[in-house]
């Protein structure tokens, strides 16, 4: 008789945009007040941002990334709006639809007058840093997001994100 396998443990996948510090300063500088921000650690916007995310419990983050552009070290920031899962352990595809709503939510929290700056944003998925600590969310924003991708297989939409700023 043979044991079926067990079913795979989905992994949690942030799904979000890849800015750089203007982009990222833009964003701050809209949310929140001057005072947080000069509050922050050395006036970090992440940091600032992510205060704010802490303490309005918002299940988002910025996380800082080191890459190199133009043939220098630069930091763009990964601003995550979502948790998906991974069946596989490989970085899911968002489907298109979604990486479009957020990209959408996301530029309507700028200024008109500055949304020109954020054109070739790029959406990306990309797995918490092994160096933070995870927090609570990460998992219960999977698993509602797994519930409701259950929920609307048949018409084939993706899942509204569980949080929105």
Request: hydrophobic share 35%; aromatic share 12%.
């Amino acid at each position: 008789m043979n044991t079926p396998e067990p079913a795979p443990t989905p992994m949690p996948y942030l799904i979000g945009a890849i800015l750089t510090e203007r982009q990222l300063q833009l964003i701050a500088e809209h949310m929140l007040s001057a005072e947080r921000i000069s509050s922050a650690w050395h006036n970090d916007y992440a940091w600032a941002i992510n205060e704010f995310f802490h303490d309005s419990c918002f299940h988002q983050v910025v996380i800082p990334r080191q890459t190199k552009a133009f043939e220098k070290d630069t930091t763009v920031y990964f601003y995550s709006h979502s948790v998906i899962p991974s069946f596989n352990g490989q970085p899911p595809n968002p489907h298109p639809n979604e990486c479009r709503r957020l990209l959408r939510g996301l530029v309507k929290c700028v200024p008109v007058e500055v949304r020109k700056e954020f054109l070739g944003v790029r959406m990306a998925v990309t797995t918490w840093p092994k160096y933070w600590a995870e927090p609570e969310w990460l998992y219960e924003d999977m698993i509602e997001w797994i519930r409701r991708l259950n929920e609307n297989s048949s018409n084939g939409t993706p899942p509204e994100s569980p949080t929105e700023v």
